[in-house]
C-alpha cells in the first residue's frame, strides 16, 4: 500500500513538473507548446481514466468486502468497558475470516494488530449494531486485538490475542 501511494505521488509529481515546465517554455516562446498542443477533451478523459485505475488499484484489497461460502471463519467480537471478548482463539491462514463487532455498552474501535505490530484493519463497534470486516491472514503468528476508540480509562487495557495457524 506504501508503495502504491510513493509511485502514485511520484507519477503526479512528474505530471505537474512536466505542466509547469511546459508553462514556462510557452511563456518564453509565445505560447507555442505543449499546453497549447494538448486537446483539452483528451486531457479530461486521461485525467479521469487515470483517477478510476488508481482507485481502483488502491481499493483493491477493500477490507470491507464480505464473501459468504462454507470456507468463511466467522469470529464474534464483543467489547465492554474495558476488554475484547472474542470467540475463537485461532483462525486459518489464506481464509477469509469475517469479525462480527459489537458492543456491551459504548461505542470501541476493534483494531487488528500484526505480529509485526502493524494495523491491519479496524472496525467501529456500536451498541445495538453488528459491524462486519472481512479479512484474510497471509501469515500465521500472534495477532492481537485493540481499542482504536477512546472509550474511558481503562482504553488502552483492551487488548486480547488470537493465534492465525497454517491449515
Ligand atoms: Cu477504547
Same mark, same amino acid.
Given at each position: 500500500?506504501?508503495?502504491?501511494?510513493?509511485?502514485?505521488?511520484?507519477?503526479?509529481?512528474?505530471?505537474?513538473?512536466?505542466?509547469?515546465?511546459?508553462?514556462?517554455?510557452?511563456?518564453?516562446?509565445?505560447?507555442?507548446?505543449?499546453?497549447?498542443?494538448?486537446?483539452?477533451?483528451?486531457?479530461?478523459?486521461?485525467?479521469?481514466?487515470?483517477?478510476?485505475?488508481?482507485?481502483?488499484?488502491?481499493?483493491?484489497?477493500?477490507?470491507?468486502?464480505?464473501?459468504?461460502?462454507? !470456507?468463511? +471463519?466467522?469470529?464474534?467480537?464483543?467489547? *465492554?468497558?474495558?476488554?475484547?471478548? @472474542?470467540?475463537? #482463539?485461532?483462525?486459518? /491462514? =489464506?481464509?477469509?475470516?469475517?469479525?462480527?463487532?459489537?458492543?456491551?455498552?459504548?461505542?470501541?474501535?476493534?483494531?487488528?494488530?500484526?505480529?509485526?505490530?502493524?494495523?491491519?484493519?479496524?472496525?467501529?463497534?456500536?451498541?445495538?449494531?453488528? !459491524?462486519? +470486516?472481512?479479512?484474510?491472514?497471509?501469515? *500465521?503468528?500472534?495477532?492481537?486485538? @485493540?481499542?482504536? #476508540?477512546?472509550?474511558? /480509562? =481503562?482504553?488502552?487495557?483492551?487488548?486480547?490475542?488470537?493465534?492465525?495457524?497454517?491449515?
Amino acid at each position: 500500500m506504501q508503495l502504491t501511494v510513493l509511485v502514485v505521488s511520484l507519477m503526479f509529481m512528474i505530471i505537474i513538473a512536466l505542466f509547469f515546465i511546459s508553462a514556462i517554455r510557452a511563456s518564453q516562446t509565445g505560447g507555442s507548446d505543449l499546453t497549447a498542443k494538448i486537446d483539452r477533451s483528451h486531457l479530461f478523459w486521461g485525467m479521469l481514466a487515470f483517477g478510476f485505475a488508481v482507485t481502483l488499484v488502491s481499493l483493491w484489497e477493500w477490507p470491507h468486502r464480505i464473501t459468504s461460502g462454507q !470456507n468463511v +471463519v466467522t469470529v464474534n467480537a464483543t467489547g *465492554a468497558q474495558w476488554s475484547w471478548g @472474542i470467540d475463537k #482463539e485461532e483462525v486459518p /491462514v =489464506g481464509q477469509p475470516v469475517v469479525f462480527n463487532v459489537h458492543t456491551q455498552d459504548v461505542t470501541h474501535g476493534l483494531g487488528v494488530v500484526d505480529p509485526n505490530g502493524r494495523l491491519l484493519f479496524q472496525a467501529q463497534g456500536m451498541p445495538g449494531y453488528v !459491524n462486519k +470486516v472481512e479479512h484474510i491472514f497471509k501469515q *500465521a503468528g500472534e495477532y492481537r486485538v @485493540i481499542c482504536m #476508540e477512546f472509550c474511558g /480509562v =481503562g482504553h488502552h487495557d483492551m487488548i486480547t490475542e488470537f493465534k492465525v495457524v497454517a491449515n
